[in-house]
């Protein structure tokens, strides 16, 4: 997950796409332009074998305005890699 925000606070989005889990990768990515992360906070990891939980907070600013990406995400572990799956409704 830190290093998931990582890339995207250096506008890394091979690496992100590189994390991703392939059954739900998007083709490409694009990042927003002029968006500037602030912090990211994990509140709650649970794992569970080769698969995780990841609840986090990520505060970012574009335009003056200030945003806040709060989601409970899903991973899995395969072939000793960490892969981003989904992002878990109602969580």
Same mark, same amino acid.
């Given at each position: 997950? !830190?290093? !998931?925000?990582?890339?995207?606070?250096? @506008?890394?989005?091979? *690496?992100?796409? =590189? #994390?991703? /889990?392939?059954? #739900?990768?998007?083709? #490409?990515?694009?990042?927003?332009? @002029?968006? %500037?992360?602030?912090?990211?906070?994990? !509140?709650? /990891?649970?794992? =569970?074998?080769?698969?995780?939980?990841?609840?986090?907070?990520? %505060?970012?600013?574009?335009?003056? %305005?200030?945003? %806040?990406?709060?989601? #409970?995400? /899903?991973?899995?572990?395969? @072939? @000793?890699?960490?892969? *981003?799956? =989904?992002?878990?409704?109602?969580?």
């Amino acid at each position: 997950m !830190r290093s !998931r925000y990582s890339a995207f606070v250096r @506008g890394l989005p091979a *690496y992100l796409l =590189d #994390t991703w /889990h392939p059954s #739900t990768r998007p083709p #490409t990515l694009e990042l927003e332009p @002029g968006l %500037r992360w602030l912090g990211l906070e994990v !509140r709650r /990891h649970r794992p =569970d074998g080769d698969t995780a939980i990841v609840e986090f907070v990520a %505060r970012s600013k574009q335009g003056g %305005r200030a945003h %806040r990406l709060h989601e #409970t995400s /899903h991973f899995v572990r395969e @072939g @000793g890699r960490w892969f *981003y799956v =989904d992002a878990l409704a109602g969580a």
